[in-house]
T-cell receptor
Framework: AQTVTQSQPEMSVQEAETVTLSCTYD???????LFWYKQPPSRQMILVIR??????QNATENRFSVNFQKAAKSFSLKISDSQLGDAAMYFC?????????FGTGTRLKVLA | DGGITQSPKYLFRKEGQNVTLSCEQN?????MYWYRQDPGQGLRLIYY???????QKGDIAEGYSVSREKKESFPLTVTSAQKNPTAFYLC????????????FGQGTRLTVV
């Protein structure tokens, strides 16, 4: 069975600094997709970034980028120039054939 | 605008009563999902459906039931058999091929007293 593990329940970052959130996953599937979602206090799930497993190039969306290490089954999220609005729960997610599997989340605090 | 609508946003029920949470989407997505969110446990899959009139149990299906009579709708019933129903419930949908992200509703907070 596929699993997603986020080992950092909470992280803090100073405004304008960079922070990296960790995610590891386990799967025997060869074709899959990985995502980072943001859940602000409103609790609406917002897609931050997407990575296709067959692509070697790491995905980037403005201040958000990933470090995808397929052999190590690692998928970390780097947030550059952190802003107060980045404060939220961040969930790593995996999908292969039938369903989406989520990690337990990392709560990110941004300090002014 | 296309999207997923969950209703109501807040729901209160007495212990022992069944309650149905609504989820409607107009994205023309084939697959729909129900997740439960508790503090420290992330999103756990309750049920999912890939096509109309078909659905599968997720990891925590006990005490829940669903139906998928229409492509647009995937209601979740929390039955009296669910031992700890107070939680935040999220509905999501995706295209069948799953080569994209899941889209989420705004959630329903269920409180059983």
């Amino acid at each position: 069975a596929q699993t997603v593990t986020q080992s950092q329940p909470e992280m803090s970052v100073q405004e304008a600094e960079t922070v990296t959130l960790s995610c590891t996953y386990d799967t025997s599937e060869s074709d899959y997709y990985l995502f980072w979602y943001k859940q602000p206090p409103s609790r609406q799930m917002i897609l931050v970034i997407r990575q296709e497993a067959y692509k070697q190039q790491n995905a980037t969306e403005n201040r958000f980028s990933v470090n995808f290490q397929k052999a190590a089954k690692s998928f970390s999220l780097k947030i550059s120039d952190s802003q107060l609005g980045d404060a939220a729960m961040y969930f790593c997610a995996y999908t292969g054939t039938y369903k989406y599997i989520f990690g337990t989340g990392t709560r990110l605090k941004v300090l002014a | 605008d296309g999207g997923i609508t969950q209703s109501p946003k807040y729901l209160f029920r007495k212990e022992g009563q069944n309650v149905t949470l609504s989820c409607e989407q107009n994205l023309n997505h084939d697959a729909m999902y129900w997740y439960r969110q508790d503090p420290g446990q992330g999103l756990r899959l309750i049920y999912y459906s890939q096509i109309v009139n078909d659905f599968q149990k997720g990891d925590i299906a006990e005490g829940y039931s669903v139906s998928r009579e229409k492509k647009e709708s995937f209601p979740l019933t929390v039955t009296s058999a669910q031992k700890n129903p107070t939680a935040f419930y999220l509905c999501a949908s995706s295209p069948y091929r799953m080569n994209t992200e899941a889209f989420f509703g705004q959630g329903t907070r269920l409180t059983v007293v």
